[in-house]
């Protein structure tokens, strides 16, 4: 056997090798209910009931309605960015409205043209009328 | 999950009369990867023509025009000469590696189906995308323009949202549940492909080997963002483009060409391999063809990919016409450039450093230098396609709007990814067919200059 063709097979054996991925092979033979339930809450870790309240939000609203979402975090990357594009995609068909820009400048403009306000874990100090509560959050219309 | 296996297998039956009115020979392998990805391919260009006309979707109309496309193709494949001029497709003999391929796929199918899509770009921009082009029935222009939504990247191309769209549309509403089955029928075409390559060029030992090493390549860790799509008819183009330099085969440059035409409809990185393959093209035809007419040689290459282009153009037209913004070009791309050059070194000994699976490229570089001289330059096409990619990704985050660590942090494990799976392949098979043994490969001697 050549010098070469030793080197050869090494390098094929070692491509092969890292090619591999074991965590794969290894999958249908483990229990697999621990890694489905930290997957299924994976991105909701922070605030598991929010999605659940804004399911609640898309059931008291109808397709075209503004809304705009509340939460204790109103830092874009302290979490408001999370509520917002979680928002988003729950609430499709309605128009979600941030209240801070990524560079966190307040929105205050979205807040009067939003139709209804999403308050999640925070309590409203503004005039407002109470459409719906439940799973942490209120959804209410402000009084103007 | 019933449904969307209804809906893949729907899509595999739709891209059989097609794959055959491509290539009127394919079989086994093959023609079960490449149908499957016809089938993706065709069922987005008819959700976006729908789209376009503003025709609202629904089930029955979709399924009503792509069973007139499955007859027209039909009637296509038939036309075509069942004979040629070809070299015969090698006989697949399976290997006791195949079954390690199938333990791999179905590792990821368990993976991919653990639970509703939980990775966050899924949420933010493809799933986003996809539940609310269902709300109306066709893609939310308005949706895409509002300037509320440049997170979700309007700019993206919607092959991958759309497949989710008619995989609900199937299971009648939303439910991102079973939508990673999408990604193990990616994948598992892709392997197909790489499969029906190999068996072709190696013995059953190497080729089944080859496949098993590529499966982990071919599926996407990322179940829920486009990288599983692009990696598949990126991959199949780029290796169609390989054959077709190679044979100098018209059926290879159609598949070629129609792959990367929808490689290019799942992310921009699909449109950035689209430029990479002409300009790798454009190199080894006109420097390697010692020809009296190099230049007519490149002329005619690049205008055999035209379906490509063909396929490419609407979405950068509505793109435009919409004005849907792409965050890399916002701003003044050229002054970050400018900035960021004196910097070019450690950016690049940052992207170093952040490799993922930094020995899987050392192996490639070392398989690179152990072969001989004569494989290297048949693969240059291979090399120059890479090199360009990695090229255009050094250039994106050269200017990028975004902080450069967190842009590199993000997006450098999947772009490597995305690009893995052709110089694996040719690494493997130079190292594979270098072996004494490997000289009596099929098609060993069988090859010309590119």
Redesign the interface.
Known sequence: MTLRRLLTILCLAALVALCIDIRLLQLPFIDRKPYSRALGVYPDRRWPQYPHFIDGVRAHTKPGDTITIVVPAMAWDDYYSYAYYRASYILTGREVLPLVTPQNERLPQNLAAARYVAAFGVTLRLPNDVIWKGEGGTLVRLRR | MTATLIAILSLIVLGIPITLAVDRRARGSLLLGMSFLYGSGTIFAVLLALSIVHIRWTLINVTAIALAIFCAAAVIARRQPATDNRQPAARERLHVFDL?TL??V???S??AT???L?E?DF??IW??KA??F???GGIDWRYLE?H??T??HPDYPILVPLNFDFGVLVAGGWSDRWLGLFFVAWGIATLLIVRAFAARESTPFFAS?LT??????A?SRYVGLAEGALIAFGSAGVLFVREALRDDDPVAWRNAALMLGFAANCKNEGTALLVAVILAVAAVSMFRDHSAQPRNRVTARLLALWPAYALTIPWLLLRAAHSLPTDIAEGSAMSRLMLRLPYTFQILAYLAAKLY?P??WV??L??IL??PAAARRREYFIFFVTAIQLVFYAGAYLTTPHDIRWHVLTSWSRLTGQIAIPI?YV??LM??N???RGEDAPHAEARSDQ
């Not at chain 2, 098993?212 to 390549?217: K, T």
């Open positions: 390690f333990l791999t179905t590792g990821y368990l993976y653990l639970a509703s939980w966050w949420i933010a799933g986003l539940k609310a269902l709300e109306i509002s509320w939504n997170f979700a080997l098993f090493a590529m499966a982990a390549l599926v699976e020995w899987f192996a490639i070392a398989g152990l072969v694996a690494v493997f190292l594979a270098s072996l004494p």
